[in-house]
């Protein structure tokens, strides 16, 4: 059983929603990341969710674009990312952690090879967020091949038809986009309609369901939480680096908190089982 | 798809390409995020009824005659050819066009298929601001609202343009991620288009993108090619031995190229921004120099370095200045039906001078890139051949940049 299904399947005896953080790797130095991951373990996160930097990220906002720039500052390209998971893996085997990114820099590296290495480094799954199912063939074999989850997005604008195919490709669990729009979308979700989605999802498969965009504070992600499996949160997070930028301790002091927040909200939203 | 000559020795239909999905050979494709997989099967839809609909095609060819002020001439630069003593040198004039190059063949295209479906606003990116200005001018005349994005340093070297848009009730964003220039302006076109796929249709400029648009943008454009054909033979009484266009995203160059893709007797000339140099690394070359990755929707040669980050490009050009190509022109380039090659800056802007000196006509700099290559070409085939470049647009827009390169005050 893959790290990813086995934490699922423990959240979902305890009655419990997966909380997903996110966060670009390298922002807004190298050296931030792996003890940022510790951190957010620590404060409850379940899953961990790593930005692979790319230039020209068109899924994503302003503040995740950001985040993008400020890592390749430094350089910090994909295999700069699986060192990181690397090393975190030193200290955490029982979190899973799942790559989020765009096709180019898997292009470049060579599927064969990005999929050898993450495997290796400890990498459980990865979104490529300009992947749509039809496009995967060839990268989905390599991944597969070595075990690792395929995750994909399904969108507000997502058909029936096309609903079923991801779902039958997806692996891991299944990402529900809760707004038409890029990462970071302030308010307008409406969670009501999100739910009848995600309960759509839940009759196509029996993977987990996650919801994520826009979800900005404990709240939402207690209201979320209570209509899908895992809460995915991202550029509330990321808004702290860019707030305290020269402040690293401040922005993981801050991090950390809403994390906790989020956790303690997500926690008392649920019914056990 | 196999490059050896025993594949191009079998006769190839070109208009069989792209493939359903969007394939040219293993180029081109469907690199988006999920929200515009439907919007984009919308579009194809629409594209794949209308294009064969008599209304939608007599509507097209009037706006392009009675509108744009088509078919655009066919003519000889008599001088120019004098000067540099080789085959005879035609040129396509697409700088006739209203609003000056050829970007209006498929704004006018796109937004009759745009109200058709029945979207409100439009959106666009833009470089030079010649997209921008021919969107602004169908949406004003269709009355749809418009909003233009364009790299925050585009906005500095094409300030006229930037005005001309406004006049034309468009909005224009200023961008100021990333490079700020033409491949930012797409990214940010592309973020507003996942925001309002309801009510908005994207306008892309260029023979780029996800599928439909690299197939529609083509067949918009071939009306320069199919026009070029007749004229030719009308005067010479045969088909030219060369055609030769400047290639940014590459949509004046396919429009003049597609037409003649299954005759093996034209030779085929794509000309790339070489800025500075290739061997400077400061230029927008990505078939001279670059390799094959994703972005933007498609798959096709870029400009990158060894982590798959797109790099900046240089030209002296705004609407050349663009890290990738429509995936046509990478599937041509791999298959040797066309060959890309590319020209300096300071070449463009001897060629910009020698046109505007001989013949009368300030073509645009990106223009002055094929111009160029043109010269040195029409000296190879000798007098008995002749060649057309693609005039793909005038050079009014430019004079700001020419006079400060050269140290002229206006």
Wanted: proline share 5%; net charge negative.
């Amino acid at each position: 059983m893959s790290r990813l299904a086995e934490r699922f399947r423990n959240l979902q005896h305890q009655g419990r929603t997966a909380l997903i953080p996110y966060v670009t790797a390298g922002d807004p130095e190298p050296g931030f990341t792996v003890p940022l991951m510790h951190a957010m373990v620590a404060s409850g996160a379940d899953v961990l969710e790593l930005g692979v930097p790319f230039s020209d990220p068109i899924g994503d906002g302003p503040v995740i674009q950001q985040a993008c720039e400020r890592a390749l500052r430094h350089g910090t390209g994909i295999r700069d990312v699986l060192g990181m998971v690397r090393r975190f893996r030193e200290q955490d085997a029982e979190t899973p952690v799942v790559l989020m990114g765009y096709m180019n820099p898997v292009e470049i590296m060579g599927y064969a090879a990005f999929a050898r290495e993450a495997l290796e480094s400890g990498v459980d799954g990865a979104l490529i967020v300009d992947m749509p199912p039809e496009e995967m063939a060839e990268v989905a074999e390599y991944l597969e091949g070595e075990g690792l989850d395929s995750i994909f997005l399904v969108a507000p604008t997502t058909t029936e038809e096309r609903m079923q195919l991801i779902c039958d490709k997806a692996r891991g669990f299944v990402y529900y986009v809760s707004v038409k729009g890029v990462t970071g979308g302030d308010g307008g979700l409406d969670v009501e309609a999100v739910g009848g989605r995600v309960q759509r999802l839940r009759s196509m498969t029996g993977l987990p369901v996650g919801v994520g965009f826009g979800i900005s504070d404990a709240d939402m992600a207690a209201r979320m939480g209570a209509v899908a499996d895992a809460v995915i949160v991202g550029s509330a997070l990321v808004r702290r680096i860019e707030a305290n930028q020269g402040d690293a301790e401040r922005a993981r002091c801050e991090i950390t908190t809403l994390v906790a927040d989020m956790r303690r909200a997500l926690d008392a939203g649920t019914v056990p089982a | 798809m196999s490059n050896t000559s025993e594949a191009t020795r079998q006769p190839i239909d070109f208009a069989s390409f792209p493939d359903a999905r969007g394939h040219f050979g293993k180029y081109g494709g469907q690199f988006v995020p999920e929200t515009l997989m439907a919007p984009l099967r919308e579009l194809a839809e629409a594209y794949a009824r209308y294009r064969e609909d008599p209304e939608f095609v007599a509507e097209f060819q009037s706006d392009c005659k009675d509108f744009v002020g088509r078919p655009s001439p066919l003519y000889l630069a008599a001088r120019w050819t004098r000067e540099t003593g080789g085959a005879r040198i035609y040129l396509k004039r697409e700088d006739l066009n209203h609003t000056g190059a050829h970007k209006v063949n498929n704004t006018i295209g796109q937004a009759l298929l745009a109200k058709r479906m029945g979207k409100t606003r439009v959106i666009a990116e833009t470089g030079a601001g010649q997209h921008g200005v021919a969107t602004a001018t169908v949406a004003a005349r269709l009355g749809l609202e418009c909003v233009v994005y364009m790299g925050a340093d585009d906005i500095q070297r094409q300030a006229p343009n930037v005005y001309r848009m406004r006049l034309l009730g468009a909005e224009v964003v200023p961008v100021t991620s990333g490079s700020r220039t033409l491949k930012d302006a797409l990214n940010e076109a592309m973020r507003d288009w996942v925001a309002h796929v309801d009510d908005t249709f994207y306008i892309i400029g260029t023979v780029a993108g996800p599928h439909p648009y690299p197939m529609m943008v083509r067949d918009f454009q071939s009306i320069i090619g199919r026009e070029t054909r007749e004229q030719m033979l009308a005067v010479e009484g045969r088909l030219p031995d060369a055609l030769v266009a400047c290639v940014g995203g590459g949509s004046n160059a396919i429009g003049l190229f597609h037409p003649f893709l299954g005759d093996e007797s034209v030779s085929l000339y794509g000309v790339e921004a070489g800025g500075h140099g290739i061997a400077t690394g400061e230029h927008a070359a990505p078939l001279s120099a670059g390799r094959p990755g994703v972005l933007h929707g498609n798959r096709t040669y870029l400009m990158e370095d060894d982590n798959g980050q797109i790099i900046g490009t240089h030209s002296v050009s705004a609407g050349l200045d663009y890290p990738g190509v429509g995936p046509e022109h990478a599937w041509l380039k791999d298959i040797n039906r066309a060959v890309y090659t590319s020209v300096t800056d300071d070449e463009a802007m001897k060629a910009f001078h020698a046109l505007t000196r001989t013949e009368g006509i300030i073509p645009a700099l990106e223009t002055a890139h094929a111009l160029a290559y043109a010269e040195k070409l029409a000296r190879e085939l000798g007098p008995d051949r002749c060649l057309v470049v693609n005039l793909s647009g005038r050079g009014d827009k430019d004079i700001q940049t020419v006079a400060e390169r050269e140290g002229i005050e206006l």
